[in-house]
């Protein structure tokens, strides 16, 4: 398993957070996710052998925000 950091802008609320939970919870290989509004992090848990970091990315930015 391996684990990753994110810099996401534009989150700012608790919707920010249940999005961008969201959209990682439905890629496969996906273990855990923690989002930190304060930092405008989030920390991801993973199979690198199902999911990608730029996967990752893409769900995110669907969402609406920017990775940094």
């Known amino acids: ?9 534009g989150m ?6 249940a999005s961008v939970e969201g959209a990682l919870k439905e890629l496969k290989g996906i273990t855990t996710t923690e ?5 405008g992090t989030v920390d991801v ?9 730029d996967d ?4 995110i930015e669907e969402q609406g925000y920017d990775i940094q």
């Open 1 to 9: 398993m391996e684990q990753t950091t994110l810099q996401v802008q």
């Open 12 to 17: 700012t609320c608790g919707h920010c957070k």
């Open 35 to 39: 989002v930190h509004l304060d930092k």
């Open 45 to 53: 848990s993973y199979e690198e052998n199902q999911v990608s970091v």
């Open 56 to 59: 990752m990315k893409e769900a």
